[in-house]
Nanobody
């Protein structure tokens, strides 16, 4: 089982940058693919980015491709989301998550069983 805690959210102007971090507990973290999702007010939770266990493969939502970068440090049990060129439409609560099948790299929300509490990102125009 994996426990996840996000940090790094905040208020930023459009065009700015933020770096989110997710700290994971558990000795098996390095075996897990990891994902980032977000949920804006009144909207469903949506996929943002995912990374495989080694960091060698990544997926991105089209809306963030070229602006966001997901990375991980297995020695520190962390996964990060570097967000550049932020837009007001990026405003949401951001969640990191681990999938039910630890090594499966997936963009499907229902395949993730372990979630952090979320961190708020607000981008002002």
């Amino acid at each position: 089982q994996v426990q996840l805690v996000e940090s790094g959210g905040g208020l930023v102007q459009a065009g700015g940058s933020l770096r989110l971090s997710c700290a994971a507990s558990g000795r098996t973290f390095s075996m897990y693919a990891m994902g980032w999702f977000r949920q804006a007010p009144g909207k469903e939770r949506e996929f943002v980015a995912a990374i495989n266990w080694s960091g060698g493969s990544t997926y991105y939502a089209d809306s963030v491709k070229g602006r966001f970068t997901i990375s991980r440090d297995n020695a520190k049990n962390t996964v990060n989301l570097q967000m550049n060129s932020l837009k007001p439409e990026d405003t949401a609560v951001y969640y990191c998550a681990a999938p039910r099948s630890m090594k499966v790299l997936t963009t499907t929300l229902d395949e993730y069983d372990y979630w952090g509490q979320g961190t708020q990102v607000t981008v002002s125009s």
